[in-house]
């Protein structure tokens, strides 16, 4: 009788966690979803305000299992916010010592964008179109009666925010069209329409944390397209039922797909991500080493999806 294989050994070095915050793991009181009768509805805990006011949420349990996964793991946000944006949220648990922010623009290390990998990206965005002749053309084929404002964020991408409905239906695929071969990916979010280069991906500056801690595994979850490099190069990834992949029946071989719409969503995936945890120690704090050239990075362009509830204008939505 042949003896059935042996398990796997667990990879050496300590898992990373790296997940996309807005409509993943936070949520704005619009993108919440809660559907449930109210004596059911989960007690929230706030964990952004802007400008005096509360803006993202969510569950008590979902708090208390990031602040344990935190501990275990090498935890690292990955947004498209800008630091500034990012520097509003106060996640449970132990300050993250790495975020990825800008969608990959920034690496923070202690809370600080690390120059070299700055540097790094600049080199790499010079095979794009530049920032500006994006951006104008973007603005030269919106129209009045749906763009309500247009922003560049850090220097690094731009977005519109439009009127959903009154946005014309081939809008975003022409522009899309337009924007690839100068080197660009569009994204449509609920109601921002972003204008992001290629190389410009939280995938490769997850990559560089891995390196400088030397992770064994990654897991990862995301909703949006600009977290769709993130979710392929993982070991494990996770998604909500919600969100720009959903829309578009996004899937990749290693990836979960969770039933669950909203906040509870991102409960399911700090529970999830936490089973799947080796029994491991927590991880190390690591010198950050020197970043090396960036990997080759691939990106894919999805067809936009129905509106998903609109998230607030003060954050990025990402």
Same mark, same amino acid.
Do not use: N
């Given at each position: 009788m042949t003896p059935p294989p042996s398990p796997e050994p667990p990879a050496a070095g300590p898992a990373?966690?790296?997940?996309?915050?807005?409509?993943?793991?936070?949520?704005?009181?619009?993108?919440?979803?809660?559907?449930?009768?109210?004596? %059911?509805?989960?007690?929230?805990?706030?964990?952004? *305000?802007?400008?005096?006011?509360?803006?993202?949420?969510?569950?008590?349990?979902?708090?208390? #299992?990031?602040?344990?996964?935190?501990?275990? *793991?090498?935890?690292?946000?990955?947004?498209t916010r800008t630091p500034?944006?990012?520097?509003?949220? %106060? #996640?449970?648990?132990?300050p993250p010592r790495f975020a990825v922010c800008a969608n990959g623009g920034h690496l923070l290390v202690d809370g600080v964008s690390d120059p070299e990998w700055r540097e790094r990206v600049r080199e790499r965005l010079t095979g794009c179109a530049p920032l500006e002749e994006v951006r104008a053309h973007m603005l030269s084929r919106a129209r009045?009666?749906?763009?309500l404002k247009?922003?560049?964020?850090?220097?690094?991408?731009?977005?519109?925010?439009?009127?959903?409905?009154?946005l014309p239906g081939t809008w975003v695929e022409e522009l899309a069209d337009w924007a690839a071969p100068?080197?660009?990916?569009?994204?449509?979010?609920? %109601? =921002?329409?972003?204008?992001?280069?290629?190389?410009?991906? =939280?995938?490769?500056?997850v990559a560089e944390v891995a390196r400088r801690t030397g992770a064994g595994r990654v897991h990862a979850a995301g909703d949006s397209l600009l977290d769709a490099d993130l979710l392929q190069a993982a070991d494990l990834a996770w998604r909500p039922s919600h969100g720009e992949l959903a829309d578009s029946g996004w899937t990749a071989p290693r990836l979960r797909i969770l039933p669950e719409r909203g906040v509870l969503a991102g409960e399911r995936i700090l529970r999830e991500m936490t089973t799947e945890?080796?029994?491991?120690?927590?991880?190390?704090?690591?010198?950050?080493?020197?970043?090396?050239?960036?990997?080759?990075?691939?990106?894919?362009?999805?067809?936009?999806?129905?509106?998903?509830?609109?998230?607030?204008?003060?954050?990025?939505? %990402?």
């Open positions: 990373l966690v790296a997940s996309d915050l807005d409509r993943t793991l936070i949520y704005s009181a619009a993108a919440l979803d809660m559907t449930m009768p109210d004596e %059911r509805a989960p007690r929230l805990l706030c964990v952004e *305000t802007y400008e005096h006011r509360p803006l993202s949420f969510m569950t008590e349990e979902a708090a208390a #299992l990031l602040a344990r996964l935190a501990a275990r *793991t090498v935890f690292v946000p990955a947004t500034e944006q990012y520097r509003r949220v %106060r #996640l449970p648990g132990p009045p009666a749906w763009l247009e922003r560049v964020a850090d220097g690094l991408f731009a977005y519109l925010v439009v009127e959903r409905a009154l100068r080197g660009w990916s569009v994204s449509l979010q609920g %109601r =921002k329409v972003y204008a992001v280069p290629q190389p410009l991906t =939280k995938s490769a500056a945890l080796p029994t491991a120690t927590p991880a190390p704090a690591q010198d950050p080493a020197p970043a090396p050239d960036l990997p080759r990075l691939h990106t894919r362009t999805l067809p936009p999806g129905p509106d998903p509830a609109p998230a607030p204008d003060p954050a990025l939505g %990402r």
